[in-house]
């Protein structure tokens, strides 16, 4: 990097403004004074007084000084004696701004070079002065007998510093550098985080940072556990012309790993291996504006290391290790991917980690052909679906089978043609045609239980055929100061049955909740390994609406009925999905949705599924907002029946909130919490307090989680966080989960 | 209060809005959709009168945490939308404004089958936030 | 101390270092790829 050249141009003018300007003929001295203005290669000097001596290029200025660089520093100072490009010289009683709003004030300081700058007895803060008595001692403060910024280098060196809190000396500095304000990368020791678990003590933890090159840097970090010793890390990122690579390495020996199992109280991964190491990378490269490539995958030694030590990104429960290729253009979109998931579970026997599927690899190609095709759109959906599992995932002794043992794949083409007919009554008319077909190869272990219907092991196939047809009467209501548009809906699907419903595995369409969304829709199904056959009506109304004082509304009501053929929502599968959900029956439940959103801050939505003969609400959904002012927070209740066909056996209903306040400029406070109310306890609940002003960040936070597998172990933990601005912070936390 | 229909003879005519190219996956759905409302099959217009500019976000949160006996953790998918018309004349706005919908869902033990759900659950979200913005389009234009 | 930060593109000329805080990605080459014909 080229120094900064701070010294003027040769051919820089000099703009000069003054009341007054004396021209001392044989002493060749200019003396402006009063109001003096200098503007010379971007420096902006201002002061009661400038002595400017050509022959010797000296510029003497006194009176209430004040220069503006062109690196952004503003000085102010009692007296300065500079050369005339600025770049030498000598500063009284002076105070300097830089740009990121920290400031320097000493008794004198020197120039030398025009790019280092050394000040005598300096003080150095971020903070403000106090606008009521600037003489006040600010937050904090470091005083140094010398403070040198350099240009070049971009670093502020601090020698034989004392760090103030409040005006008391808190701690002695041999030196201390930090980065100015110019500098976006600087090696040097980072943030340093303490935390205090029951199973690794008390640790302490500190980072070094280098920079190798403005495009590639290593972070190695040593962190000291009192009960299991020394966990070091290492993190290597590169950058390229088109993407970015960051690989992670991290390792331990464990000191004593029998303190798991203690205050686990059974036994545990943890406490069954004393050698721990994990390496991970994770990349994404721009192939062209397009197409993008990437990975992000884990290995660990075992699999609980990454969770128990908490390591950055790595810490969930759930971590999904994944390389994928994926485009996005005009209106289609590829994207091939791996998927390897970790359960990170320290119980010794858990086999949750090998009922996750391993999937190798999942295709989606949904393009739309950019020109019509009789003069409605085409569409093609493909999906291949292909993955293993090494041991079956059953729910409790249910028949539901979220996953059996051993390989499956599925090859997927869709085409649907659809034409939208607008008469001059303002009737839309939709007509729609979709056809698909299915290869399924299975090579699996079948259900422990009892549940018969598997096909048995080979390929197999299946496909589906769908005319449809949708009438909508868009009504517009206008009114002086709001427009409301009301559009009832009616649609129908004629298809054969699903055949082989309940007969394949269900990967990708597990999860099942009819609601408004997916009212009309042609195949109500969450994914494609189930197909919904039969035929179908689905009546409803749309209502969105918006008012000139910008509150804006919407809502949806509806129905849908089966007409003819096999429902495939009594049809069971491995996973029950459909069982349950309203659908079953000749004339499903309502559903329903409904919104307002107010500018002033307050949203209120609301979603739900309600019985079709009493009534009764069978799933709700409803979510506040409101932000006015210093308070913001958000509140959902949600209710959802007991499901048994589908695996959820009791009631839920659960209240959570979240809100924080700012009371004062700089002070606020937040709370969250999550009431189970079948069971009439708190689920999590924390509180957290937070100042922050220009110079200083304070967090202070306590959180409850109530884990019910594991109701013994401690389920409280604080994380606290102060941080100085341009010097760094500290982190302290008993362990590191985040809060909500 | 005025009352008519929204489409046909007088009503709004909607096949001359262009959008903006999508950046992510979601905002590609709402697109598509909306390219469809729009056109009704004729797809885009080769000479467009306005100019729609699409902000799309998607987020899921869970809702109830999975107890001991039920494996579903119940949750929801937000995608919500920023749209700006502007007519390709004389770049004056005609009608913008924040929109969002709401699709229910439950993430079950397998991750796979989860990140499917959320996959449909945003698709299903993004599909009803496109009915929601051809509606205020149309009203706007048909004023 | 030291200080993080994101890393720049190799040979990204600082002809005007970009202002604080902000990096304007650069647009991506606009190079062919083998699939670029599936999403036309």
Same mark, same amino acid.
């Given at each position: ?477 206008? #009114? ?183 009371? #004062? ?76 | ?143 | ?40």
């Amino acid at each position: 990097q080229p120094p900064l050249d701070v010294s003027v141009p040769a051919d820089a003018k000099m703009l000069l403004a003054a009341d007054q300007l004396i021209y001392d003929h044989d002493s060749s001295l200019v003396i402006a004074t009063g109001g003096v203005q200098i503007d010379y290669g971007g420096y902006q000097l201002v002061a009661e007084r400038v002595e400017y001596d050509q022959r010797t290029g000296r510029v003497r200025a006194s009176g209430k000084v004040e220069m503006l660089e062109p690196g952004g520093n503003r000085i102010y100072a009692d007296n300065l004696d500079v050369t005339d490009d600025f770049s030498d010289g000598f500063v009284n009683a002076l105070r300097i701004e830089t740009p990121d709003n920290t400031r320097i004030i000493a008794e004198s300081a020197e120039r030398s070079g025009g790019t280092e700058t050394t000040f005598n007895n300096g003080v150095y803060t971020a903070c403000e002065p106090c606008r009521e008595n600037p003489a006040k001692a600010p937050f904090w403060q470091i005083k140094a007998r010398k403070v040198i910024q350099n240009g070049v280098t971009q670093t502020v060196r601090l020698e034989r510093a004392t760090f103030e809190l409040f005006g008391m000396p808190i701690a002695f500095l041999p030196y201390l550098e930090l980065p100015d304000h110019q500098a976006k990368r600087k090696s040097g020791f980072l943030q340093p985080s303490f935390s205090v678990t029951d199973e690794l003590g008390f640790g302490a933890g500190i980072p070094y940072y280098y920079v190798i090159s403005p495009s590639m840097d290593v972070t190695v970090t040593g962190t000291g556990y009192t009960k299991q010793g020394f966990l070091a890390e290492g993190e290597f990122r590169q950058r390229f012309e088109n993407g970015e690579v960051i690989l992670r390495m991290a390792g331990i020996s464990q000191n004593n790993p029998d303190n798991f199992d203690a205050s686990a109280g059974y036994s545990t991964v943890d406490g069954s291996v004393t050698e721990r190491g994990f390496i991970a990378s994770e990349a994404k490269f721009e192939i062209n504006p397009r197409w993008t490539f990437g990975w992000d995958v884990m290995l660990q030694s075992d699999r609980n290391f990454a969770r128990t030590y908490g390591l950055q990104g790595y810490g969930d429960v759930r971590h999904t290790s994944e390389v994928y290729l994926t485009g996005l253009a005009n209106r289609s979109f590829f994207d091939l991917r791996a998927y390897k998931f970790d359960v990170q579970d320290d119980w010794i026997d858990s086999t949750q980690d090998k009922e996750q599927a391993l999937v190798y690899p999942v295709l989606d190609y949904n393009r739309i052909s950019p020109r019509s095709v009789a003069g409605g759109e085409l569409a093609l959906n493909v999906n291949v679906q292909n993955l293993s599992r090494e041991n079956e995932d059953r729910l409790g002794v249910l028949e539901r089978y979220p996953g059996l043992e051993g390989e499956s794949a599925r090859l997927t083409a869709e085409l649907e043609w659809k034409r939208t007919f607008t008469t001059a009554q303002g009737l839309r008319l939709t007509t729609l045609l979709a056809a698909r077909a299915d290869g399924n190869y299975l090579d699996l272990t079948g259900p422990s239980g009892t549940y018969s219907g598997l096909e048995s092991n080979g390929s197999t196939g299946r496909g589906m055929v769908t005319a449809g047809l949708e009438a909508s009467y868009p009504i517009l209501m206008t #009114t002086a100061n709001s427009t409301h548009v009301i559009e009832p809906i009616a649609q129908v699907f004629v298809r054969p049955n699903e055949q082989l419903s309940g007969g394949l595995p269900n990967e990708d369409a597990q999860s099942f909740v009819f609601d408004t969304t997916s009212l009309f829709d042609r195949d109500k199904f969450s994914g494609y390994d189930r197909i919904e056959g039969g035929t179908r009506a689905n009546v409803g109304v749309r209502y969105t609406g918006s008012y000139s004082n910008g509150m804006t509304t919407f809502a949806t009501f509806g129905q849908s009925y089966h007409l003819a053929g096999l429902n495939s929502f009594t049809t069971t599968d491995l996973v029950g999905a459909g069982l349950d959900s309203g659908l079953e029956s000749r004339a499903s439940d309502f559903v329903a949705m409904a919104g307002v959103t107010s500018p002033a801050g307050i949203t209120l939505s609301g979603s739900g599924r309600f019985d079709n003969e009493g009534l009764s609400l069978k799933r709700g959904d409803l979510t506040a907002g409101l932000a006015r002012g210093p308070f913001s927070g958000t509140f959902t209740y949600s209710d959802v029946a007991a499901q048994k066909g589908y695996g959820a056996t009791q009631d839920r209903r659960e209240l959570k909130g979240a809100a924080t306040l700012r009371f #004062t400029e700089n002070w606020s406070v937040s709370g969250a919490a999550s009431y189970d109310l079948e069971r009439q306890k708190f689920y999590r609940s924390g509180v957290g307090l937070a100042y922050g002003d220009e110079c200083v960040e304070f967090a202070i936070s306590y959180q409850r989680l109530l884990d019910d597998n594991k109701p013994e172990t401690r389920d409280w933990s604080i994380a606290a966080r102060l941080s100085f601005r341009t010097l760094g912070d500290i982190n302290y936390s008993t362990v590191d989960e985040n809060l909500f | 209060c005025q009352v008519r229909p929204l489409y046909g003879e007088g009503g709004a005519d909607l096949a001359g809005i262009e959008i903006k190219p999508a950046t992510t996956r979601v905002e590609q759905v709402v697109r598509n959709e909306l390219i469809f409302k729009f056109g009704g099959g004729a797809g885009e217009p080769a000479s467009p009168d306005y100019t729609l500019a699409l902000r799309v976000q998607g987020s899921t949160g869970n809702v109830l945490a999975a107890g001991t006996d039920n494996d579903f953790t119940a949750a929801r998918t937000t995608v919500s939308g920023t749209y700006t018309l502007t007519a390709r004349a004389d770049g004056k706005v005609i009608a913008s404004g924040v929109r969002a919908a709401t699709a229910l869902l439950d993430l079950p033990s397998q991750n796979y089958a989860r990140l499917r759900a959320i996959r449909d659950g945003e698709d299903r979200a993004a599909r009803s936030l496109a009915a929601m913005i051809e509606a205020d389009i149309a009203a706007k234009l048909s004023r | 101390c030291g200080r993080k930060g994101g890393l720049e593109r190799p040979g990204a000329t600082m002809t005007n270092p970009p202002a604080q805080g902000t990096e304007t990605t650069p647009p991506v080459e606009d190079r062919r790829f083998i699939l670029d014909g599936l999403l036309e």
